[in-house]
C-alpha cells in the first residue's frame, strides 16, 4: 500500500504561466501591500456566473413556506431545474455595484460588456458620486475573452477606468471566484434567482465582508509570490 495525496487545480500551469502570474502579483503588491486601506475602496471587481433555479409546485412551494427559517430543504435533483441565468455582479469595499442579468437564450459577449455591463458600472459611480464619478476607479476583471475585446477596452478608456492588470489562469485571485459565487450558488439552488432576490443577498452580506475580501486578495497575492506562481491552498 501507498499513501497518495493529490489535490484539484483549476490548471496545469508551465514555467512561462507561473513566471507570469509572479510578475503580475509583485506589480500589485507594489501597488497595494501596505497601503492605505481607503485606497482598496477604489477597486471594482466583478465576473459572470451561472446560477441554477428551479420553479416549485404549489406544494413545494407550502413546503417552502413551512420550513422557512428553518433548516433549507434539500437541494432539488438536476432534472427539477427549470433553467440558468447568467448574472454578471460586480462590487467593491463598499459593496454591490452592479448585477445584470443577461438575456434568456444569451451569453456575455464583448458588445453586451461595452454596450450594457460596463455603462451599469458608470451609472452606479455617478450617482453615488457625483463630483467625481469614475475618477480613480480601478476595474478587476479576468482575462475572458467578452472582457479583452477591442470594444471593451475602447469603452473602458471612454469612460474613465482604469483596467488593472489580471493574471492569466488564476481563478484564485479572483475575489468573485473565491469568495462571492460560492456562496450564491448555495443560496438560489434552494429558493430562486429572480433579480430581486439577488440584490437582496448581496445587499445583506455585512459591508465589513466586502472590505475584508480586498485585504484577503492582497493575501493571496502574496502567496502566489511565496509559491513561485503555483496554485496554493485555500485560505
Known amino acids: 500500500m501507498s499513501k497518495v495525496c493529490s489535490r484539484w487545480v483549476p490548471y496545469l500551469l508551465n514555467q512561462t504561466q507561473k513566471k507570469t502570474r509572479v510578475r503580475i502579483a509583485k506589480k ?15 477597486i471594482c ?34 432534472d427539477h431545474w427549470a433553467t440558468k441565468v447568467m448574472y454578471t455582479i460586480f462590487f467593491d469595499a463598499h459593496g454591490p455595484v452592479c448585477r445584470i442579468c443577461t438575456p434568456k437564450g444569451q451569453t456575455v459577449t464583448g458588445h453586451f460588456y461595452a454596450t450594457v455591463v ?6 452606479h459611480y455617478i450617482e453615488r458620486r457625483p463630483a467625481t464619478g469614475l475618477r480613480g476607479i480601478k476595474i478587476l476583471h479576468d482575462n475572458a475573452r467578452p472582457h479583452k475585446s477591442k470594444e471593451v ?5 471612454s469612460i474613465g477606468l482604469e483596467e488593472l492588470e489580471h493574471p492569466p489562469y488564476s481563478p484564485d485571485l479572483a475575489p468573485c471566484d473565491f469568495w462571492l459565487f460560492d456562496g450564491l450558488q448555495v443560496q438560489f439552488w434552494r429558493t430562486d434567482a429572480n433579480w430581486k432576490a439577488i440584490q437582496r443577498y448581496l445587499r445583506d452580506i455585512p459591508q465589513e465582508e466586502y472590505k475584508k475580501t480586498f485585504l484577503k486578495w492582497i493575501e493571496r497575492l502574496k502567496l502566489v509570490v511565496e509559491h513561485k506562481g503555483d496554485y496554493f491552498e485555500h485560505l
Open 28 to 42: 500589485l503588491l507594489e501597488k497595494y501591500d501596505q497601503c492605505d486601506e481607503r485606497r482598496l475602496f477604489e
Open 45 to 78: 471587481t466583478g465576473d459572470e456566473t451561472w446560477i441554477r433555479y428551479s420553479e416549485p409546485t404549489r406544494k413545494e412551494q407550502n413546503k417552502l413556506w413551512i420550513v422557512k427559517g428553518s433548516s433549507p430543504p434539500a437541494l432539488p435533483r438536476p
Open 118 to 123: 460596463l455603462p451599469g458600472i458608470e451609472k
Open 153 to 157: 477596452k475602447e469603452k473602458i478608456a
